[in-house]
């Protein structure tokens, strides 16, 4: 294999990398989400039928504390590091191929 494929691959892992990462992310945002969705809810049914509704606390520390924990701080640094490496890698070779 030429040394111009197995750069190619590496910009392939490089960039699944990054897409992997920002999947890991999106994985943790979209639980946030619905949790804070039903919260959302709850607090409606709240204003529909006290007596019935459930509390939207519960769900709104899970939020919070998920966004602090450092779980998601680890996802989220990944994240941007990974994205940085592969724009990293991609600008030079469009700066090659764009001179002007």
């Not at 639980?31 to 006290?50: F, R």
């Given at each position: 294999?030429?040394?111009v ?21 999106k ?17 409606l049914?709240?204003?529909?039928s006290?007596?019935l509704?459930?509390d939207?606390e ?6 919070s504390?998920?966004?602090?924990s450092?779980?998601?701080?680890t ?7 990974k ?18």
């Amino acid at each position: 294999m030429d040394s111009v494929s197995m750069e190619l691959q590496r910009g392939v892992v490089i960039t699944r990398e990054a897409h992997n990462a920002l999947c890991d992310l999106k994985a943790l945002v979209d639980l946030a989400t619905k949790k804070i969705h039903t919260a959302e809810l709850e607090v409606l049914a709240a204003t529909i039928s006290p007596t019935l509704a459930e509390d939207p606390e519960p769900n709104l520390m899970a939020v919070s504390e998920m966004l602090h924990s450092p779980r998601f701080k680890t996802v989220l640094r990944n994240a941007l590091a990974k994205s940085e490496t592969a724009v990293a890698w991609h600008l030079p070779k469009r700066k090659a191929a764009h001179p002007y």
